[in-house]
């Protein structure tokens, strides 16, 4: 079917045709096809008049038709593109869309998207009437479209004419189907002269909303049996097919009347279209409020919808209407509806730009939401682009950003470079551990550590981790000191073990005296681990191999078995959870009550067997440690 325009005149057009689209049959003289523009594979929609089918009267109205579509600029009504004339055919080219039949029996759409569907048609039926004087004629289930956004468009323009003055006598219809849609007015002429201007069109609407929920209307009597119109939809319906004229309202108190408490239209999904619409005049606190909302309601939208109209209203938002770091929620959240490709031309450059940002509430918020977009994120972009802007935080006065800066690196540190992540990364956690006056920042930048331990190379491992784990077992802050055996236990395997007997080992002794229980107990449970291993090498020497054989393993990549984290055993959405939670927040006990933070102790790990024979031969034995969930909540 590309092969359409084989021959002269249409050689030299630049679109291709397609395969015929259903929906149109018998109820308009035009042919629709799919088509693309032959420089760059564009999609586009051929609508295709051949005059072997029909007579030089209806190739007058196509004609005529094109005229009046080259006009119309709005954005309700389908977008003309090009078009070609010879004589015995015209092709005229315009956005892709489908005909609504047609995307009513594959999409199913909801209530919610028929809602905003046809208040876009009644919007297009008021800038015809009430702005430019002209009167449709032609309103039925065939004279709408859908495009890949979903959202709907009023074209058939055919039988359209202007409402008063030169040519305002209505044109003849030539196919029978249509006559099924004549308002009863077109037959008593009494009834005629009474009518309003668009009170042909409010009939042609009325016909209109009866096939969207019922399907194709077979006679014109079928208006009278309300099908599945839904209630609140029911008395604005009613007053469309009305027999009197007079009463069919203006397509604009159509819509103030649907839009009210209870209406049709008053919901959700119109609510935010016409506010994205209409973003340009709101002010800062408007924008704010309506972004900070918006997240948990693009659940009920259409993902198509989402992904082709609300998401690209979001990056302007972003891009040019100052809406702060409220967008980025649901800018994050529609952005895995793209492909990948998609997602790097359009998410990440916004990312990239957001995280030079010297506003706080867009800093954190981009770390808190981190887990949304890092599996998108190229190596190269996070070690050049984003980690020199990121590292700051880690030097922040403000201590929750120094806290979501080093829970980022749970995600970050599969894809930082070699340098970045066993040099400068060390810096900074070494300068946390030691100086940072937050026990909850220094807890959880041990268990950061001992989380990315196994990306780190055995150098800097055998450098860095005994000494850290060291460091935090001699903090003052309990959890700290507990975080700090639970990571040295939980890397049992990258320690030699000489190491574990002569400098791990006695420093977790000292713990067993420690003045709080918790701090003992996961002691005594890391003591237990290495001296199980230690006991097996005594009895089997040919052991110590096999024990050892982590130790100098190297560090892992984000193209691991184990999926792009590697040592991510829950998934990325629950990392940042399994930390604690410090500040002055208190710590939930185990009856429910709280705690003072500084008196908080993490709960206890599951008992670990400590009998050798229970563990398999060769391998080391490592306690069940979890550190305390919090609930982390975005905005």
């Known amino acids: 079917m590309w092969s359409f325009f084989s021959r002269d005149p249409t050689a030299n057009f630049a679109f291709e045709i397609g395969d015929v689209v259903s929906g149109l049959e018998e109820k308009s003289i035009w042919t629709l096809h799919k088509g693309k523009r032959k420089a760059n594979g564009e999609p586009v929609s051929v609508f295709v008049f051949d005059i072997k089918d029909y007579n030089e009267t209806q190739m007058q109205t196509a004609k005529n038709s094109l005229k009046r579509l080259k006009t119309l600029r709005h954005p309700n009504v389908v977008t003309y593109i090009d078009s070609l004339e010879t004589d015995k055919t015209v092709y005229v080219v315009t956005e892709p869309v489908v005909p609504i039949v047609t995307y009513i029996s594959e999409q199913k759409p909801s209530e919610l998207v028929i809602s905003w569907g046809l208040h876009q048609i009644v919007k297009a039926l008021s800038f015809f009437v009430n702005d430019v004087n002209l009167i449709h004629n032609n309103v039925c289930s065939a004279s709408v479209f859908v495009d890949p956004a979903g959202e709907w468009k009023l074209g058939g323009v055919d039988y359209m004419y202007p409402a008063t003055g030169e040519g305002s006598i209505p044109p003849v219809k030539i196919l029978p189907a249509l006559e099924r849609y004549d308002p009863p007015e077109k037959n008593d002429l009494s009834r005629g002269r009474k009518a309003e201007k668009w009170s042909s069109d409010m009939w042609g609407l009325g016909c209109l909303i009866w096939e969207v929920f019922n399907g194709p209307l077979p006679r014109t009597s079928a208006l009278k049996a309300l099908g599945k119109i839904p209630k609140s939809l029911v008395p604005n319906y009613c007053e469309l097919v009305g027999a009197n004229p007079k009463v069919r309202p203006n397509p604009a108190n159509f819509i103030q009347s649907c839009r009210k408490p209870g209406g049709f239209m008053k919901n959700s999904f119109v609510d935010t279209n016409l506010f994205l619409e209409e973003q340009q005049i709101k002010d800062q606190n408007e924008k704010t409020k309506f972004f900070s909302e918006l997240t948990p309601k693009l659940d009920d939208f259409p993902d198509d919808f989402c992904k082709h109209k609300i998401l ?207 701090v003992r107990e996961q002691a005594f449970k890391a003591i237990r681990c290495f001296i199980d291993s230690l006991e097996k090498v005594s009895e089997d020497p040919e052991m110590l191999a096999k024990l050892e054989s982590e130790v100098n393993s190297p560090g892992t990549t984000d193209s691991s078995a184990g999926g792009w984290t590697g040592w991510a055993v829950t998934g990325v959405s629950s990392l940042t959870s399994k930390l604690y939670r410090g500040g002055n927040k208190p710590a939930p006990t185990a009856a429910g009550t709280q705690q003072p933070a500084d008196k908080a102790k993490a709960p206890s790990a599951e008992p670990t067997p400590s009998h050798p024979a229970s563990t398999p031969a060769g391998t080391r034995q490592e306690p069940q440690v979890e550190i305390q969930e919090e609930e982390e909540e975005r905005e």
Do not use: W
């Open 312 to 518: 690209p209203q979001l990056l302007n938002a972003y891009e040019f209407g100052n809406a702060g770091s409220s967008v980025l929620a649901p800018l994050f959240k529609l952005g895995r509806l793209l492909s990948q490709e998609d997602y790097q031309k359009k998410i990440v450059p916004c990312v990239v730009k957001l995280f030079s940002s010297t506003d706080r509430a867009t800093r954190i918020k981009l770390l808190m939401q981190m887990d949304s977009f890092i599996e998108h994120l190229q190596p190269a972009t996070i070690n050049d682009q984003i980690f020199p802007q990121v590292v700051h935080g880690f030097m922040d006065t403000n201590p929750a950003i120094r806290e979501q800066t080093v829970k980022a690196m749970l995600l970050m540190a599969p894809k930082l470079n070699d340098k970045t992540l066993n040099t400068e990364l060390m810096k900074h956690f070494a300068r946390l551990q030691s100086k940072d006056d937050q026990g909850g920042i220094r807890t959880n930048t041990t268990v950061c550590l001992g989380k990315i331990a196994c990306h780190l190379n055995p150098q800097t491992r055998q450098k860095v981790l005994g000494s850290a784990f060291t460091r935090a077992m001699k903090d003052p802050f309990p959890p700290a000191r507990i975080a700090g055996v639970m990571a040295m236990a939980a890397n049992q395997k990258y320690f030699p073990l000489k190491d574990a007997a002569t400098k791990a080992l006695p420093t977790l002794c000292t713990l067993t005296v420690d003045p709080e229980k918790g």
